[in-house]
């Protein structure tokens, strides 16, 4: 099976198996896990922040970090296709009382004047603004990386009017990789910043959430509010060690090969898809509508599922495929040659 549905499907290497079998342990609700405690050391580390808190996913250190920094009532500012938007079940109202106010944009990048208006005045009778989420990279914007000049000139304008930022980095470092730029760097504006060690770094769980030390202290709290306090987990935590130290210097390749896929998809009929647009792991690309075809898009799902492929369809006309540790070449060129039947069947 060739599985493109997403870098979350990645299994823990036989180095994090080892590891997490002899993994040092102790209650973490108690602070006492000594490997948890590396790992969050580690990450602040590379995060370039005081602290951080191990969480079991991506979308409750998001949720975390919003119940943090959004007051009940207020707006909570995102991409339109946000992660946290489109993704979170609508999280930030169940559990922080919070709206978000999502602005669209036409290239996955919000401008710093998008962001400058959609920020209420303070006026007595205006719903007020508390919190600027970004994404980078931003997943359904074909996974496009967000550079450290773009992130400060929007966190500027945000701070300048009270608001805190926090970033959904759950792949950032493949957005470090593709822009050259150490993580550290892309989530200095940003106040929090959570990344995913679950996805193409290939743990089989956890996120961190990494900020300033009283914020984090606070986090512990939220988190268990949230049933996300764990016990014995340096078990996992060692497997999250080897993905920061083992799995990021390969991200290139990821990159490398979801634009191989892009280049080859391209050529195929139907296809609308730009591979100079692919910069990451995600592809995400349309195709065109046909007559007497209602979802092409999950016709090509199918025709590649029954020949052992799996990836998504989005909606009608659009399709993602994710890179991985276990994608190699031949499966990239075998998917292009499935991809080429079905299409042919389709746009014939
Ligand atoms: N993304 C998943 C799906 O939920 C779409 C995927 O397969 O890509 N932020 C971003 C940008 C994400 O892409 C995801 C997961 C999360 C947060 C949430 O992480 P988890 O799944 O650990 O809650």
């Known amino acids: 099976m060739i599985d493109l549905r997403s870098d979350t499907v990645t299994h823990p290497t036989p180095a994090m198996r080892r590891a997490m079998a002899t993994a040092e342990v102790g209650d973490d609700v108690y602070g006492e896990d000594p490997t948890v405690r590396r790992l969050e050391a580690r990450a602040a580390e590379r995060l370039g922040k005081q602290a951080a808190i191990f969480v079991p996913t991506g979308t409750m250190g998001n949720q975390v970090a919003i119940h943090l920094q959004a007051r009940p009532g207020s707006e909570v500012i995102l991409e ?17 009382g919070a709206l978000p106010r999502p602005i669209t944009t036409s ?24 919190l600027l989420c970004l994404e980078n990279t931003h997943n359904l914007w074909s996974g496009l990386p967000m550079d450290a000049a773009r992130t400060e000139a929007l966190a500027t304008v945000a701070r300048s009017r009270g608001l805190a930022v926090h970033l959904d980095g759950a792949r950032i470092f493949n957005a470090a990789a593709a822009l ?36 984090i202290r606070e986090a512990r709290r939220v988190r268990k509010l949230f049933g996300g306090g764990m016990r014995q987990v340096g078990v996992l935590a060692a497997a999250g060690l080897v993905a920061l130290d083992e799995m990021v210097d390969r991200l290139d390749e990821d990159h490398r090969r979801a634009r191989r896929l892009a280049q080859g998809l ?28 209602a979802s092409p898009a999950a016709r090509l799902a199918a ?46």
């Not at 025709?303 to 993602?320: K, N, Q, T, V, Y």
Request: charge should be negative; include cysteine.
């Open 266 to 293: 391209a050529e195929l009929p139907g296809v609308e898809v730009d591979p100079a647009r692919v910069w990451t792991n995600i592809l995400v690309f349309q195709l065109r509508s046909q007559s007497g075809e």
């Open 107 to 130: 290239d996955g990048f919000m401008t710093p004047e998008q962001v400058s208006a959609a920020i209420s005045p303070p006026i007595s009778y205006r719903t007020p603004t508390s």
């Open 303 to 348: 025709g590649l599922r029954d020949r052992g492929i799996l990836c998504i369809a989005f909606s009608d006309h659009e399709l993602r495929m994710v890179t991985h540790v276990e994608i190699d070449d031949p499966a990239i060129e075998a998917t292009l040659a499935a991809a080429g039947e079905v299409l042919e069947e389709i746009y014939q």
């Open 180 to 215: 050259g730029t150490p993580a550290a760097t892309l989530a200095a504006p940003c106040d929090t910043v959570m990344f995913c060690l679950s996805k193409g770094l290939a743990a089989p769980i956890g996120s961190l959430l990494a900020g300033p030390s009283d914020l």
């Open 80 to 96: 339109a296709r946000a992660h946290i938007f489109n993704f979170e079940m609508g999280a930030m109202a169940v559990w922080s």
